[in-house]
């Protein structure tokens, strides 16, 4: 049985393991000051981020629509794919999933949709699991899912909580560090729910507490450093963790400028980790 993978562009996976998997991606749709963009056309992430804190009203995001979703699947199943796999970020977080689902009725027993509870490369590394053990069947590529869900970590640290609060998708609990003043919140994303974790004053005891969370989680077997238009300080940590635990660290680390559509609700200069430990 051939397997094909589809995603959307929040999983933010690099490039060349799109093309080394043929992976189908799905752009989401970015709106900034009226004007549309797909995800990734027509704006880089470094403008996104360089305009983003003087825009006069804040850029929305949307899901692709079903037809984007059944193209993509067509594309495959003409390439001879026997089913699909589409993994998409959480749904507690975007309608993304819920929209591919509906494409997926048009090929019925065909299409698994499959909800991520993550973001970005905790998306991405789900999906490139499925991906490397696709030749080896459905049940392969889908326990790969499910073993990498499990040792996922994703932590990162924000230089405000404005642009999250604005967003409306977090709980009060979260956004309320909103209302303290002249703090960098530091966040958990968790099976699709952002929980606080703590809070720092300046950069460099953020930089340092979120060295701390990714020095604590052991050996990896996965590691991507993110960052909004912050990759000094993404370059840093890596730095960081090299000289203190390098034989914790993988090979191949990313390093991902997150995609505008979720930087939209996060703002510029904020860091973190997304991380698959060894079991």
Do not use: W
């Amino acid at each position: 049985m051939k397997i094909g993978i589809v995603t959307d562009s929040t999983s933010d996976i690099p490039a060349y393991l799109v093309e080394e998997h043929n992976i189908q991606v799905v752009p989401t749709i970015l709106v900034i000051e009226g004007k549309e963009y797909l995800d990734g056309s027509g704006i880089s992430r470094e403008d996104f981020y360089t305009r983003l804190p003087a825009l006069k009203t804040s850029p929305t995001t949307a899901a692709p629509s079903i037809g984007n979703f059944t193209t993509s699947y067509e594309t495959l199943f003409s390439q001879g794919c026997d089913h699909i796999i589409s993994i998409h970020s959480a749904s507690q977080l975007t309608s993304i999933v819920n929209v591919a689902r509906q494409a997926a009725q048009a090929f019925p027993n065909k299409v698994t949709c499959i909800d991520s509870g993550s973001l970005t490369m905790g998306l991405g590394f789900q999906v490139v699991a499925a991906a490397e053990e696709a030749e080896f069947g459905l049940n392969a590529a889908l326990d790969a899912i499910t073993s990498t869900r499990k040792q996922l970590r994703i932590n990162a640290v924000l230089d405000t909580m404005e642009y999250l609060r604005r967003s409306g998708r977090v709980p009060a609990t979260v956004a309320a560090l909103g209302g303290m003043l002249s703090i960098k919140p530091m966040i958990e994303l968790l099976e699709g729910q952002v929980k606080p974790i703590g809070a720092v004053r300046t950069t460099s005891e953020a930089d340092e507490r979120i060295l701390n969370f990714l020095l604590a989680k052991g050996e990896l077997q996965r590691l991507a450093i993110l960052h909004t238009n912050a990759e000094h300080r993404a370059r840093k940590l890596l730095d960081e963790i090299m000289s203190r635990t390098p034989q914790s660290v993988p090979r191949d680390v990313m390093f991902v400028n997150v995609t505008a559509v979720i930087g939209t609700h996060l703002g510029p200069n904020g860091v973190g980790f997304a991380a698959v430990m060894k079991k």
